[in-house]
């Protein structure tokens, strides 16, 4: 049977909107552990250093606790955002997101366009990892004297050292 | 469907099975080359350009239409040595045979590429450039569809990268080694010389107009619906614009009108497939 022109762009409308708005709810709904492993936290380093100046040894226990007392759901939305990061990471670089180097680690950022998008929790993959990971980072760092001392803020908004800075000299 | 020429090309047989494995074995040599190169060499661009962005044009040119199956098979095997294999594989082997096959059906319905020929230079120049709009456009749907980048990053990065790629790439094969390049453009039947006179290559009009359409319709709307997004209620309410706060709709729409990008890429695409697999009666016959 040959099929008209119509039949064929009609035929060819249904199959690619069903198939896309199908892989569009399939990958929406996608379920991830709710646990940071150790290349986790490596990978949230990978970001501290992209966007922060601090050293490496002061972020970590920063972060560390930051993200334990992170909900469930914010969670899984960091390590789905890691695990779609590590998948790209690996293609162009051949290591994990946590691996790269910090020139190496801006440069998939940017060209995933993570300096261009709004941040938000869904999304595409550079819209979550700027509000997993990069905002929840900085987060972390500039409301802890940790992140903020290089712009020489001891005690910034946010952080209970109110009693201590004004016990303390001058 | 009319392009019987591709079609019968389309079709593998146990005699285009080293043609598959040699393209395929190509893509996974540029994919593990690329990815050695990103360590040693700090060029700022070269670690995110996928240089296999290179291959389907020349490939295509080169082997004729069976290449089309080593373009998917290439993909498949370079992402999974890379271990990146998952839905963007599907998106970044759709872009690519896109690109090829695209590039192929434009010139074959123009006339042959000859680099001592200023206008078939540019007719050449111009059917890479349509197909890598076009290409680049299923980029930035695909992203979309698998939630990994909105469709105004994707699509002009991609486009550059197409076209930039396969530009210097396709040409010698094309102009310097024609007589390589003819033995896969006859399959496609570029060298041929068409029945009747084109009429003003009426399907390469179309087919620029569609793709042009799609992406700057797509690059202005997930660019505007997002920072309408973001646009406090009261600036339309103060003007009496209430009605426009009904299209913000985030659930029904996707966040970013990431559905509505879905619905307008496959609505284009299709046109697209149609326009290059189907041509219309106006742009002559290539004889067979």
């Known amino acids: 049977m040959r099929l008209t022109r119509r039949q064929a762009l009609l035929g060819l409308v249904g199959a690619s909107s069903v198939g896309g708005l199908g892989v569009y709810e399939l990958l929406d709904r996608t379920a991830t552990d709710a646990t940071i492993s150790d290349a986790g936290m490596n990978g949230l380093l990978t970001v501290a250093d992209i966007v922060h100046p601090a050293a490496p040894e002061d972020v970590e226990p920063v972060i560390s606790a930051y993200v334990g007392r992170l909900s469930h759901d914010r969670i899984r939305g960091v390590v789905r955002a890691l695990s779609e990061l590590d998948s790209r990471s690996r293609r162009h670089f051949?290591?994990?997101?946590?691996?790269?180097?910090?020139?190496?680690?801006?440069?998939?950022?940017?060209?995933?366009?993570?300096?261009r998008v709004q941040s938000r929790p869904e999304g595409t993959l550079a819209e979550r990892v700027r509000y997993h990971l990069v905002n929840a980072v900085l987060y972390a760092l500039l409301t802890r004297p940790a992140g903020t001392e290089l712009f020489g803020i001891g005690n910034p908004v946010g952080f209970p050292g109110g009693f201590g800075s004004h016990a303390g000299e001058p | 469907m009319r392009n019987d020429g591709i079609d019968r090309?389309?079709?593998?047989?146990?005699?285009?099975?080293?043609?598959?494995?040699?393209?395929?074995?190509?893509?996974?040599?540029?994919a593990l080359g690329e990815r050695a190169l990103s360590g040693v060499v700090s060029v700022p661009a070269l670690s995110v350009v996928d240089l296999t962005a290179a291959l389907p044009?020349?490939?295509?040119?080169?082997?004729?239409?069976?290449?089309?199956?080593?373009?998917?098979?290439?993909?498949?095997?370079?992402?999974?040595?890379?271990?990146?294999?998952?839905?963007?594989?599907?998106?970044?082997?759709?872009?690519?045979?896109?690109?090829?096959?695209?590039?192929?059906?434009?010139?074959?319905?123009?006339?042959?590429?000859?680099?001592?020929?200023s206008a078939g230079l540019g007719r050449f120049v111009l059917a890479v450039a349509v197909a890598a709009a076009g290409a680049a456009a299923i980029s930035g749907w695909g992203g979309e569809a698998i939630h990994r980048t909105p469709f105004f990053v994707a699509a002009p990065a991609a486009f550059a990268e197409f076209t930039l790629l396969s530009v210097p790439f396709a040409l010698p094969l094309a102009g310097l080694?024609?007589?390589?390049?003819?033995?896969?453009?006859?399959?496609?039947?570029?060298?041929?010389a068409p029945r009747r006179r084109f009429d003003g290559h009426p399907d390469l009009r179309r087919v620029t107009a569609v793709t042009v359409g799609w992406v700057v319709v797509g690059t202005v709307a997930?660019?505007?619906?997002?920072?309408?997004?973001?646009?406090?209620?009261?600036?339309?309410?103060?003007?009496?614009?209430?009605?426009?706060?009904?299209?913000?709709?985030?659930?029904?729409?996707?966040?970013?009108?990431?559905?509505?990008?879905?619905?307008?890429?496959?609505?284009?695409?299709?046109?697209?497939?149609?326009?290059?697999?189907?041509?219309?009666?106006?742009?002559?016959?290539?004889?067979?």
């Open chain 2, 222 to 288: 997930s660019v505007g619906y997002r920072m309408f997004e973001t646009v406090p209620a009261g600036a339309f309410t103060s003007r009496d614009l209430d009605f426009v706060l009904l299209l913000r709709q985030p659930t029904l729409f996707g966040p970013g009108a990431g559905r509505l990008q879905v619905l307008l890429g496959a609505v284009l695409l299709s046109f697209l497939v149609v326009l290059l697999a189907d041509p219309s009666d106006r742009g002559g016959t290539p004889v067979r």
């Open chain 1, 94 to 115: 051949g290591a994990s997101f946590g691996a790269l180097s910090r020139a190496q680690g801006e440069r998939l950022l940017t060209t995933l366009g993570v300096n």
């Open chain 2, 9 to 30: 090309g389309l079709r593998p047989g146990r005699d285009s099975l080293p043609l598959v494995g040699t393209v395929g074995a190509l893509y996974l040599l540029v």
């Open chain 2, 57 to 117: 044009v020349p490939v295509l040119l080169a082997a004729g239409p069976a290449a089309l199956w080593g373009i998917l098979f290439g993909h498949v095997l370079s992402d999974a040595a890379t271990s990146s294999l998952g839905p963007g594989t599907l998106v970044g082997a759709g872009a690519h045979l896109y690109l090829g096959y695209a590039t192929c059906t434009l010139l074959r319905r123009s006339d042959a590429p000859r680099a001592s020929d």
């Open chain 2, 177 to 192: 080694f024609r007589r390589v390049a003819s033995a896969g453009a006859s399959a496609f039947d570029i060298t041929a």
